[in-house]
């Protein structure tokens, strides 16, 4: 028998009323091997301290209706940062990850890390006074950025393609540590996409899912067995450097020939429509310099209907679903979440990719894993980073 006062077993229960939201003794005792006078003992305990709280009441079996427990929302909170290229975000979260608040920053050539530390620590205070917060009440900070990384160090150590320099080698949790007096935590932003998601589906009880964020580059995390997978080195981008076409381009003359995200990225798009521009195609934003078109002027323009980036647009999403179905052929996921900004674009990106993948897919559609944007879609890097402190959190 495992005694009540076990902190271990303590998290245990609490992680376990957080993941059903409300949930009675009797429930938790099918998960827990421990009495029933333990049981009571323990949830009496956290009653007392203001970990959980009594939520109502559940069906009755015959006899009295049970009482339900819930987690107390106010109990302390938590915040999630997203460092990308394209912009980046700060949430602040309860205790159920309900967002109370979320700011965004544009990440150009401007924002240098100490720029963009001092907006998230002008920002976190603010916000805090808003909230009427201390910062002994914030239980951490989580930080999903763009690797590679150190996430044991909490060191973003040399990303590729941000606009503004100096992003190498930054002690990002330090850095906001010393700010903020408030423990920080890093890890790579399509792993905390992940545990967002996953969180956010977890009546699904998803044990293996592919997450592909589309932006920039593309990035992407396993989890098997409701695990995310780790390997040796942190370089969530790699899969961008799946070959798909021998000897074929390269993504700003780094990188393999014939990888993956020369075909599917940001720049890679914007380079072919402002090619097809140059040789005389036709487009309603033919009046503008090729050389000044950007991403937001294809997505105004895809909007719009125009054939040329509508034709670019699907030429992407098409070579995004055979680098989906290599995948999905190599690790056979029960669930796909695509996200990032080529994919919120448009829904002709999402469908066309699916499209795609799915006719690539061995033994389609007898094996069919399930298709989905997820349920925070641009939230869920900020999100699952906050519940990455929620996790390490020692009650």
């Known amino acids: 028998m495992i005694a009540h006062s076990n902190p271990s077993i303590k998290k245990q229960v609490y992680d376990?009323?957080?993941?059903?939201?409300?949930?009675?003794?009797?429930?938790?005792?099918?998960?827990?091997?421990?009495?029933?006078?333990?049981?009571?003992?323990?949830?009496?305990?956290?009653?007392?301290?203001g970990l959980i709280m009594i939520s109502g009441l559940g069906n009755s079996t015959g006899g009295r209706k049970p009482i339900?427990?819930?987690t107390n929302p106010k109990y302390r909170y938590l915040i999630g940062i997203e460092i990308s290229r394209i912009y980046s975000t700060l949430g602040l979260y309860d205790m159920h990850l309900n967002p109370l608040s979320i700011?965004?920053?544009?990440m150009d050539a401007s924002m240098t890390p100490e720029l963009l530390v001092k907006h998230i620590t002008k920002t976190v205070h603010e916000l805090m006074e808003n909230h009427h917060i201390t910062s002994k009440e914030v239980l951490g900070i989580g930080i999903g950025a763009v690797g590679p990384l150190d996430h044991k160090q909490g060191i973003i150590v040399d990303p590729e393609l941000f606009p503004a320099?100096?992003?190498?080698?930054?002690?990002?949790?330090?850095?906001?540590t010393e700010q903020l007096h408030i423990p920080a935590r890093l890890d790579n932003g399509a792993n905390t996409a992940l545990i967002g998601e996953h969180w956010a589906l977890r009546t699904k009880n998803i044990q293996h899912a592919l997450y592909i964020h589309v932006g920039a580059n593309i990035r992407s995390?396993?989890?098997?067995?409701?695990q995310v997978l780790r390997g040796v080195v942190d370089t969530e981008g790699a899969i961008g450097q799946m070959i798909i076409q021998t000897n074929g381009p390269r993504l700003g003359d780094t990188?393999?020939?014939?990888?993956?995200?020369?075909?599917?990225?940001?720049?890679?798009?914007?380079?072919?429509?402002?090619?097809?521009?140059?040789?005389?195609?036709?487009?309603?934003?033919?009046?503008?310099?090729?050389?000044?078109?950007?991403?937001?002027?294809?997505?105004?323009?895809?909007a719009q209907g125009d054939p040329l980036v509508q034709e670019?647009?699907?030429?992407?999403?098409?070579?995004?679903?055979?680098?989906?179905?290599n995948l999905i052929n190599t690790i056979h996921p029960e669930y796909v979440i695509l996200g990032g900004p080529l994919i919120s674009a448009h829904p002709l990106v999402f469908?066309?990719?699916?499209?795609?993948?799915?006719?690539?897919?061995?033994?389609?559609?007898?094996y069919s894993p399930i298709f989905t944007q997820g349920i925070l879609t641009n939230e869920a890097v900020a999100t699952g980073a906050a519940i990455l402190i929620l996790h390490d959190w020692e009650i």
């Open 351 to 366: 469908d066309t990719a699916i499209e795609v993948a799915k006719k690539n897919t061995y033994r389609y559609p007898k």
């Open 165 to 176: 320099p100096s992003w190498q080698n930054v002690p990002i949790c330090q850095m906001i």
């Open 221 to 226: 995390a396993v989890m098997s067995s409701g």
């Open 312 to 325: 670019q647009f699907t030429e992407t999403a098409a070579y995004l679903g055979i680098g989906i179905a």
């Open 103 to 106: 700011i965004h920053w544009k």
């Open 68 to 70: 339900l427990f819930q």
């Open 255 to 302: 990188g393999n020939y014939g990888a993956l995200e020369a075909f599917v990225s940001v720049a890679s798009l914007v380079e072919r429509v402002r090619t097809q521009l140059k040789i005389g195609r036709s487009s309603v934003i033919s009046d503008i310099p090729p050389d000044l078109i950007t991403f937001a002027t294809l997505i105004k323009a895809l």
């Open 16 to 49: 376990r009323i957080a993941y059903h939201g409300a949930i009675t003794k009797a429930e938790l005792l099918n998960d827990f091997s421990i009495t029933s006078s333990s049981m009571t003992r323990l949830l009496d305990e956290m009653t007392s301290q």
